[in-house]
């Protein structure tokens, strides 16, 4: 299984906007992590509209979380993020899989998922920054310039 480039980009922003209690621009968390700009920007729209972070325009504008980091759970984000129906082909509803109901493959996948899902709930995002500090100062400093 490989999650998807937004939900990696969304665990990025969560985890920068837990470590800092600035406002941070898309274009600011682009830079750092050398990311496209408006696939954060995608990304950061999706977090809004989860309740996961606040935005503000003007100046002093950027981004927040609206929750402590301490109550999103990393599963939240990953079920916001991936489509997890479509795991497997036969996941999605009329599928047209000849053995439907007839093989034990989809329960067991199904169960695979349900244990991965529970084991992300279980951990916050503020835990995916245990060192605040080491953290803030590696990702907040001037970004190097992309090797030519």
């Not at 992300?120 to 100062?137: H, K, M, S, T, Y």
Request: proline letters at 4%; glycine letters at 8%.
């Amino acid at each position: 299984m490989q999650l998807s480039l937004h939900t990696d980009y969304a665990l990025r922003v969560l985890m920068t906007l837990a470590a800092t209690d600035q406002h941070l621009s898309v274009d600011e968390i682009a830079q750092r992590f050398r990311i496209s700009r408006n696939h954060l920007a995608k990304v950061v729209q999706g977090l809004q509209a989860a309740g996961l972070v606040e935005t503000f325009r003007g100046r002093g504008g950027g981004m927040r979380l609206a929750r402590p980091a301490e109550t999103i759970t990393v599963g939240e984000v990953v079920r916001r993020f991936e489509n997890l129906d479509a795991f497997v082909s036969c996941f999605a509803a009329g599928s047209g899989c000849v053995i439907n109901g007839m093989c034990g493959l989809k329960p067991l996948l199904s169960e695979a998922m349900e244990d991965f899902l529970a084991r992300l709930d279980q951990r916050r995002i503020g835990e995916l920054v245990p060192d605040v500090r080491a953290f803030r100062e590696r990702l907040l400093r001037e970004p190097q310039p992309s090797p030519a």
